[in-house]
């Protein structure tokens, strides 16, 4: 998940510095988005995590949404909104919500290293054969 994080960072930051020129614009944008909707299955397949049910359920919404606009020519009335903004809006939420389950489970690994060591017996301790490995 680390590495879903630092591509998430690095992509966010493309999006963010091509937001001034439309063609770069339109490259990262769907770059983040399907790397977001590949990261938010696959997760949501291990942890079964309902905001990532949502959170693919909002994105095959908003792809109808943008498929209908451009069958209908609305792009250049709605298209900033979107195309952009929400899809923006999206990313961001999502990368929010990777970085909470990041910590969530950091805890929960750290936690369950410190019952580990917990565990340990006094007699485990001052085993001969042990001590002497």
């Known amino acids: 998940m680390n590495i879903d994080m630092i591509v998430q960072a690095?992509?966010?930051?493309?999006v963010v510095f091509s937001c001034f020129f439309l063609f770069p614009l339109?490259?990262?944008?769907?770059?983040?988005?399907?790397?977001?909707?590949?990261?938010?299955?696959?997760?949501?397949?291990?942890?079964?995590?309902?905001?990532?049910?949502?959170?693919?359920?909002?994105?095959i919404v908003m792809l109808f949404?943008?498929?209908l606009c451009i069958i209908l020519e609305l792009v250049f009335?709605?298209?900033?909104?979107?195309?952009?903004?929400?899809?923006?809006g999206m990313a961001i939420?999502?990368?929010?919500?990777?970085?909470?389950?990041?910590?969530?489970?950091?805890?929960?690994?750290?936690?369950d290293n410190k019952r580990k060591i917990t565990r340990i017996d006094s007699e485990d301790v001052l085993d001969d054969d042990l001590l002497w490995v």
């Open 93 to 111: 939420w999502y990368f929010r919500l990777t970085t909470q389950t990041q910590k969530e489970l950091d805890n929960k690994n750290e936690i």
């Open 65 to 67: 949404i943008m498929m």
């Open 10 to 14: 690095l992509m966010i930051t493309l």
């Open 77 to 88: 009335v709605v298209g900033g909104i979107f195309f952009i903004i929400i899809p923006t």
């Open 26 to 59: 339109i490259i990262t944008l769907p770059l983040l988005g399907a790397w977001q909707m590949i990261s938010a299955a696959v997760i949501f397949s291990q942890l079964k995590d309902d905001k990532r049910g949502f959170y693919l359920t909002a994105c």
